[in-house]
């Protein structure tokens, strides 16, 4: 098993910037990919952004639009979800999932159901 905790949310002005962390314990050796999730209230949790454990792969999702970077540390089983330019509706609880399968062509990395392991949040609030 995977344990996964999020950290690093909280409250920031618009235009403002966060670092979200998220740490894996227990069965590290068996992940193979990271990402980040989102899920704001009354919508569907939306994908972020995707690291590949043993590739330098990344992915994000559309809205991204170079305002958020993924970045990890495998040495210390921790993925980051850098975030500049926050808006108002980047409002939402952001999840961190991790897997024990590789991403390859045609797996998918931006849908939930692939992902095996999830923490339990960190909420992350703009403010106007």
């Known amino acids: 098993q995977v344990q996964l905790v999020e950290s690093g949310g909280g409250l920031v002005q618009a235009g403002g910037s966060m670092r979200l962390s998220c740490a894996a314990s227990g069965s590290t050796s068996e992940i193979k990919a990271m990402a980040w999730f989102r899920q704001a209230p009354g919508k569907e949790r939306e994908f972020v952004a995707a690291a590949s454990w043993v590739s330098s792969s990344t992915y994000y999702g559309d809205f991204v639009t170079g305002r958020f970077k993924v970045s990890k540390d495998n040495a210390k089983n921790t993925i980051y979800l850098q975030m500049n330019g926050l808006k108002p509706e980047d409002t939402a609880v952001y999840y961190c999932?991790?897997?024990?399968?590789?991403?390859?062509?045609?797996?998918?990395?931006?849908?939930?159901?692939?992902?095996?392991?999830w923490g339990q949040g960190t909420q992350v609030t703009v403010s106007s």
């Open positions: 999932a991790a897997d024990r399968r590789p991403f390859y062509p045609g797996r998918s990395y931006s849908n939930e159901i692939v992902y095996a392991f």
